[in-house]
């Protein structure tokens, strides 16, 4: 062999093991930014946090406010890795509600309607896992160790995911990418009395109880998980009206009250529409009879499993399964508790599409 094939050939032994080695070199630069980011959000959460105002917890010693919606602590500290690392595709589908308006609903319908070709009802994933571990929240995918869940790389690929941040604190990715919104609004008394039964459960037991009176209050003044539930509903739909393409508002209501219709119109805004197929084959009634409360309730991993949010809260999968009825309120709220909560949705809703939840 003379030199000039030597010197043909060398470079095309050589080239791949220079390339495979730069992309290493790549990728561990990657991880060592991403690190060096994810420390300063931690620094920026550790740096304001003891100049927040404070009000009385919930579940813990207190909420602090934030750009005007309030938060516990660690709460804050997912909102705010969401809004510095996660980069929103195109293609994503983004369930957005106030905590306990039905989230672990309509994180089944939607999983369901997306992935209804993929899956035989027989053996669907919802038979055996609980809604939440198919679909996460963003805010809660970065705990104390950001490189073990690498909210850039491995969310990117998930198209189904969900969030109880504000509208206007969501990362701008989200805000100004092509993905759609499904916002799950609901009658605020009884998403208050969700919360003040879920928070109950949760609560420390060393800590007095919560008393309904006293988050009766907090709730009319906004201090509650992830901000005022008026001020979270109105920031979605104020999207709504002027991105109707990118942002759709349902409510449990309307769900309850009219599934088939209200399933295909998710379906038709995620871009899964149903054919005349599978309206004819009784597609949509499995469909809502796979993610019904009687039937999800009475899973074993819905009735023994664990969701484990962050390393520091973890929620029994059951405490996610009360009752799933509308109306409940009026076996909890005085006539005067009503009154103050109805006055609060009137001058906040009145005149929007959201005016019947209080009426």
């Not at 790549?26 to 946090?49: A, G, P, R």
């Not at 890795?81 to 106030?98: E, G, M, N, Y």
């Not at 990715?173 to 109950?200: E, F, G, N």
Request: with cysteine; charged share 25%; proline share 6%.
């Amino acid at each position: 062999m003379d030199s000039t094939t030597c010197n043909v050939h060398r470079p095309l032994v050589l080239k791949p093991n220079r390339e495979v080695k730069m992309k290493e070199e790549e990728k561990e630069q990657e991880e060592i930014d991403q690190d060096f980011d994810h420390k300063n959000t931690c620094t920026e959460w550790e740096t304001i946090l003891p100049t927040l105002p404070k009000q009385k917890g919930w579940m813990g010693n207190h909420l602090v406010q934030y750009q005007g919606f309030w938060f516990s602590p660690s709460g804050l500290k997912g909102v705010m890795h969401a809004r510095d690392h996660f980069k929103s595709l195109p293609t994503d589908i983004l369930l957005s509600t106030s905590p306990k308006a039905g989230t672990t609903w309509f994180k089944a319908l939607l999983f369901t309607i997306m992935n209804r070709r993929n899956y035989q009802f027989s053996s669907h994933p919802l038979l055996t896992t609980n809604p939440h571990d198919l679909v996460l929240f963003i805010e809660a995918m970065i705990d104390q160790t950001p490189s073990a869940s690498p909210i850039t790389t491995d969310i990117s690929s998930s198209r189904l995911l969900s969030t109880h941040i504000p509208y206007s604190l969501l990362p701008n990715s989200i805000k100004t990418s092509c993905c759609r919104i499904v916002y799950m609004c609901r009658d605020p008394k009884d998403a208050l009395i969700s919360q003040w039964q879920y928070m109950k459960k949760l609560r420390p037991k060393e800590m007095p109880p919560l008393l309904l009176q006293e988050v009766v209050e907090l709730f009319c003044d906004g201090v509650s998980h992830f901000g005022s539930f008026w001020d979270h509903a109105l920031g979605y739909h104020r999207a709504s009206q002027e991105s109707p393409k990118k942002v759709l508002v349902l409510t449990y209501e309307a769900m309850m009250m009219d599934p088939t219709v209200n399933i295909k119109r998710l379906a038709d805004f995620i871009g899964h529409p149903l054919d005349p197929e599978e309206e004819s084959g009784g597609v949509v009634e499995r469909m809502v009879s796979l993610c019904s409360f009687e039937n999800l309730s009475s899973l074993e991993v819905n009735k023994s499993g664990v969701q484990q949010f962050t390393a520091q809260f973890k929620v029994p999968n059951s405490h996610f399964f009360r009752k799933g009825l509308t109306g409940d309120w009026k076996n909890h709220l005085t006539p005067a508790m009503v009154e103050s909560l109805n006055k609060i949705s009137k001058e906040r809703f009145g005149g929007s599409d959201l005016e019947f939840l209080y009426s």
